[in-house]
């Protein structure tokens, strides 16, 4: 599995994207987003960019206002997560240049079509910034 | 911002929007959402809305469901959504399903006909998009509509739609691994396709059916070295480079993957070492992504058969995470180091202060991590100093879900390096103490098997001193407040059991501390009966002991209050314990024999003991017993009318009872038994459950009632339900004495003289030295940092001494590869070393070794010679490393500094004065050990605000 959610938010704690890997509900969603919310942003840039919760990890990563938290199951590898997480970034910022906050709110869609083509099942699938923005631009295109 | 392109956003979404990313709090988002919620509930299902506008409104969903409210009155939307012809519009309406919807709703079945028609489609965008929903919304019920289609989609043209395709299918495949159990081999055909992407993605499925099951996949080992070494080799489009590194997470799972095949496969081994021998040549350490391939390749050369000059590498490359500066890199440091110790235990040895001073971290994470490394590396001599630690740990936080995990590992390395009983039940009760209500039950009946079995065979003498001690702890720790309960109900068997053995407490104190248990935890029912057991057990032990029993005025009012208790097991039990005390000296010592609760209950299920008794009755005219199989309905009732008329004298209520459903216990049971017993009431037993004998004391009545009683003792002993007494369990007990055992007399003496050690260091205000001390007490046989008193080195060296001599094989070998210095250490890693260095570095006078550590110039001159002057280079190295390892971090930190710019805000500012300090520091080891030590003890990182310190380390 590997990857089992990926969020953003900002530093109020407020969901700016949400994916979820696993099936879970509604409140389950809620629960674990405040847990984890909290847990990460009470912490300092000093300290690690992973923290334990339950049987699983979180690898979070700020530009910004900004917080991306990614949930991985334990064997996965922290630092090419964090890694991911800013390649992520990149392939954002090269499609809506200088990427902010506001941009993934008003085209929220697009940053889930990026992350469709970034991420299957929990796996990471694609990692050329180039496949991966193709077919978001040929909608825009086409439409 | 405003509309891009086809995106078309109209001002109200805009709006909204706004007023999400404005809201200042929570209450004020909620507001905001549920004013949409009416909005869209009113708008959505009016006539004739344009595509766009839906569209928009879909997304307006999608945030609803994202800031946690129900939007599933618009499902139904999304779903027809899918429908549309425009591509834009399709892909939002797949992608809102697919967030809104999990696999087993009911709409599902209206989607996958859609899905079905766009897998056919010519579009490869729509076919991408419906294949994005494949792998979100079929479950295994569905799986054969759509399989054909995908099967056929995986040599599509396009490599975006092969890569998808092969998604779906390990969807499938993990979704019911039978339904394509026949259509793997794809996964092995696509790994050779010409697009690496559709390769790197076909990794991922290939990686589970790996771990599933390694050895059909052995013959793509040489694949996937090839494929690894031209990714290395920078063979893939440039589109696949990350800062400079040539398709980096293709080169992790692969590196994943041959970590499984190479597992304990030396020939495919073998074959991996060139190619990842080359990646750790190549990988750029001064990004966060070169890190993270070489972090893999540490993953993968200690999990594949070990070769010398990997490990090697891989030795390199943890020490320099471990000096740097960054939490990330020493946090993946430690990690590592927990992997490659298990094959080169020795290597934790060079890094004991970087440990420590993450174990002392304030950051968690890097604690837990940290904490998770001592775990791997415990053994016998270093038990105490982890288990104590980590036992102070578990105290200092908050969340449940770790401190199981922290207390059951306590639990596990106690039950297998304890060094003597005594520090178990020590360490126990710590744990109890502070986690009782989160370890596991069968702890807790552990902890009481071991008071009761004791060291075992010849040392009663022993076995004594630690009952008397923990009964001693016991009702010490009773005076705290709030216990957990199953602690209490540890505490109440042992104080039930040996409170009164050695004499010490008398039975007044100790049923006093039970009724006041009992009576401050008066709404825990288990541990109220644990509490009146021990007291009925107290009481027969001093009526055994044929001492007067006077009953304390609280207990009575215990007795009184159980006695009319709603629940029957307190009032059965407090029946019991009056019952004993009315009996005899010598009933009592026949039911409660003192410290029988090793003994075995025989069970004796023929009732052999009532032979006598039928005898007797038989030929007073009583029905003899016919088995249940001989036994037709007529037959029964007639039985029971003969019995019915035998018994004439009695009245009409039994008759009623003998109405009552059949036997539903074993055939074997004598049927008037079981009949009496049901009406028996229950206030009239004469003999407790708990009783440690099958052969009772039959009292000589009258017929009726003495009849009466024997069969309810027969049916109670034999059917009834299982008491509290858990002592009576012997079934596991050898594997709990030979672990425990182990360490026998000897043991505590070694345990006294380690704790010492450990204790002495506790008032040093020097910090180095505290944490110097720590190292030598977890990393065990290491004397190059060791600066204790000699009694404390002595000690230590005997205990490991002792431990190597008197059992385990695996506790001797560890001690002995710990002893073998590094240089010494042979090639081979699964060589223990010599016996004998051991003995004569046992022999030296730990004065002298310490003179020869603190003063490295006068070490080839020293008496002790050889075993001295092998040590010398050590504190040399450790010098070195110290000063180099700071140097490191720097260079590494400003690099990393350099090389990622842009987002992130790296500590990196503070560390440039310790650049000038490495370099200065003078060419006499035991100055600049001095001044290291300084440095470890103004902290790690240096600020200007010590500018004592510099002056001191420039000067």
């Given at each position: 599995m590997g990857i089992r959610f990926i969020l953003m938010v900002n530093k109020q704690g407020q969901t700016r994207l949400a994916q979820y890997y696993e099936w879970l509900t509604l409140e389950e969603r809620r629960a674990l987003e405040g847990e984890i919310v909290r847990k990460c942003l009470a912490r300092n840039e000093q300290q690690c960019s992973f923290v334990e919760h339950r049987n699983y990890k979180i690898v979070y990563r700020r530009y910004a206002s900004l917080f991306f938290l990614v949930g991985v199951d334990n064997d996965e590898n922290e630092l090419a997560i964090l890694e991911f997480i800013h390649l992520l970034v990149e392939t954002m910022d090269r499609h809506f240049g200088n990427v902010c906050e506001l941009d993934i709110m008003f085209h929220l869609e697009k940053a889930h079509f990026m992350l469709e083509e970034m991420v299957m099942n929990g796996c990471i699938v694609e990692t050329s910034k180039a496949q991966i923005l193709t077919p978001v631009q040929l909608l825009e295109k086409t439409s | 911002m405003g509309s891009q392109g086809g995106f078309y956003q109209s001002k109200e979404f805009l709006d909204l929007v706004k007023s999400i990313g404005e809201a200042r709090s929570k209450a004020e988002e909620d507001r905001i959402v549920l004013n949409e919620i009416e909005t869209l509930k009113r708008r959505i299902s009016e006539p004739d809305i344009p595509k766009r506008k839906m569209k928009e409104y879909i997304i307006r969903l999608v945030y609803i469901e994202m800031l946690g409210h129900d939007a599933s009155f618009g499902y139904i939307h999304a779903v027809k959504m899918t429908h549309d012809d425009s591509l834009l519009v399709k892909r939002t309406g797949y992608l809102a399903v697919t967030l809104f919807l999990n696999e087993d709703h009911d709409l599902i079945i209206l989607i996958v006909n859609t899905i079905q028609k766009d897998l056919k489609s010519d579009n490869y965008l729509v076919v991408c998009a419906a294949l994005n929903a494949v792998c979100k919304l079929i479950n295994e019920e569905t799986i054969p509509a759509v399989l054909p289609q995908v099967m056929e989609l995986l040599a599509h043209p396009k490599e975006a739609v092969r890569k998808k395709a092969i998604m779906a299918l390990h969807r499938f495949y993990q979704k019911s691994p039978s339904s394509v159990s026949h259509l793997v081999s794809n996964f092995r055909k696509r790994l050779c396709d010409n697009d690496p992407g559709v390769m790197g993605a076909t990794l991922c499925p290939l990686f589970e059916l790996i771990a599933r099951d390694v050895n059909s996949y052995k013959d793509l080992v040489i694949s996937f070295v090839s494929i690894l070494k031209q990714v290395a080799e920078r063979r893939l489009s440039k589109a696949y480079d990350y800062h400079q590194m040539p398709a980096p997470f293709i080169q992790i799972k692969l590196l994943k993957i041959l970590a499984l095949l190479g597992s304990g496969d030396k020939q495919a081994s073998e074959n991996m070492y060139t190619v990842v021998g080359d990646i750790f040549r190549k990988c750029d350490s001064s990004s966060n992504i070169g890190n993270a391939v070489l972090y893999e390749c540490i993953c993968c050369v200690s999990s594949i058969y070990p070769n010398p000059k990997l490990l090697e590498s891989a030795a390199d490359v943890i020490s320099r995470f471990l000096k740097s500066d960054s939490h990330n890199l020493k946090y993946m440091g430690i990690d590592a180091l927990g992997r490659l110790i298990k094959i080169s235990p020795e290597i934790a040895e060079q890094h004991q202060l970087a440990v420590i001073d993450c174990l002392e971290d304030p950051d968690d994470t890097l604690k837990r991590k940290t904490f998770e490394l001592l775990y791997k590396m415990t053994k016998s001599t270093n038990v105490e100093v982890i288990v104590d630690r980590m036992i102070d740990y578990m105290i200092s936080i908050n969340d449940n879900h770790y401190k199981t995990e922290i207390a059951s590992r306590c639990v596990e390395l106690a039950e297998q390096f304890a060094p003597s009983n005594q520090w178990f039940i020590q360490t126990m009760n710590r744990v109890f103490e502070h986690a009782g209500d989160l370890v596991n039950i069968k702890v807790a009946h552990n902890l009481m098997r071991l008071i009761a079995e004791g060291f075992g065979e010849d040392d009663d003498n022993a076995d004594t001193k630690l009952r008397s001690s923990a009964v001693e702890s016991y009702l010490r720790i009773?005076?705290?407040?709030?216990?957990?309960s199953v602690f209490l109900q540890v505490i109440c068997w042992v104080l039930g059991e040996y409170g009164t053995a050695d004499g010490m407490f008398s039975a007044s104190d100790i049923t006093g501390k039970l009724c006041d248990v009992a009576e401050a935890y008066s709404n825990d029912e288990t541990v109220k009966a644990y509490a009146t057991t021990a007291l009925m057990k107290i009481y027969a032990f001093e009526i055994a002991a044929r001492r007067k029993v006077d009953m304390l005025p609280e207990c009575q009012s215990l007795m009184e209050e159980l006695l009319a208790s709603h629940s029957t097991d307190l009032q059965q039990r407090a029946y019991e314990l009056q019952a004993v005390i009315g009996l005899d000296a010598h009933a009592v010592a026949c039911i409660m024999p003192s410290d029988a609760s090793c003994e075995d209950i025989e069970v004796d299920r023929d009732l052999s003991f009532l032979n006598d008794y039928i005898q007797e009755a038989i030929e007073k005219g009583a029905q003899p017993y016919i088995p249940e199989s001989e036994r037709s309905g007529m037959l029964n009732i007639s039985n029971f009318r003969n019995q019915d008329h035998h018994e004439a004298s009695s009245h009409g209520l039994r008759f009623e009872a003998y109405e009552l459903p059949k036997p539903a216990v074993q055939s074997r049971i004598p049927q008037t038994l079981i009949a009496s017993t049901e009406i028996v009431p229950v206030p009239e037993p004469m003999y407790p459950r708990e009783s440690y004998q099958t052969t009772m004391p039959s009292i000589p009545s009258d017929a009726g009632s003495a009849e009466l009683k024997l069969r309810l003792e027969g049916v109670q002993k034999k059917w009834g339900r299982s008491t509290y007494t858990p002592a009576t369990s012997t079934s596991n007990s050898t594997s709990q004495k030979t672990v425990n055992g182990?360490?026998?007399?000897?043991g505590a003496s070694t345990v006294s003289s380690m704790r010492e050690t450990y204790d002495s260091r506790k008032p040093q205000v020097e910090v180095s030295h505290e944490k110097q001390k720590l190292a030598a007490s977890l990393f065990g046989g290491s004397s190059k940092t060791e600066k204790s008193p000699a009694t404390g080195h002595k000690a230590a060296k005997a205990s490991s001494h002792v431990v190597e001599k008197s059992h385990v094989p695996k506790s001797s070998l560890e001690v002995a590869s710990e002893k073998a210095t590094p240089a010494q250490?042979?090639?081979?890693?699964l060589d223990l070393g010599e016996p004998t260095a051991t003995s004569t570095a046992l022999q030296l006078d730990p004065f002298k070794q310490l003179e020869g550590l603190l003063d490295a110039t006068e070490v080839a001159s020293a008496v002790n010679g050889a075993p001295a002057a092998s040590r010398s280079p050590d504190i040399m190295a450790l010098y070195a490393d110290t000063a180099a390892g700071i140097h490191n971090k720097n260079d590494a930190d400003l690099l990393s500094g350099l090389s990622n710019p842009s987002v992130t805000n790296m500590p990196?500012?503070?560390?440039?004065?310790?650049v000038t300090q490495s370099s200065s520091k003078g060419p006499n080891p035991k100055d600049s050990l001095e001044k290291d030590a300084l440095v470890r003890q103004m902290g790690v990182n240096p600020s200007s605000q010590n500018p004592n310190l510099f002056k001191d380390l420039l000067g």
């Open positions: - | 009773l005076g705290e407040p709030k216990l957990p182990t360490s026998q007399g000897d250490q042979p090639p081979d890693l990196g500012t503070t560390a440039m004065p310790q």
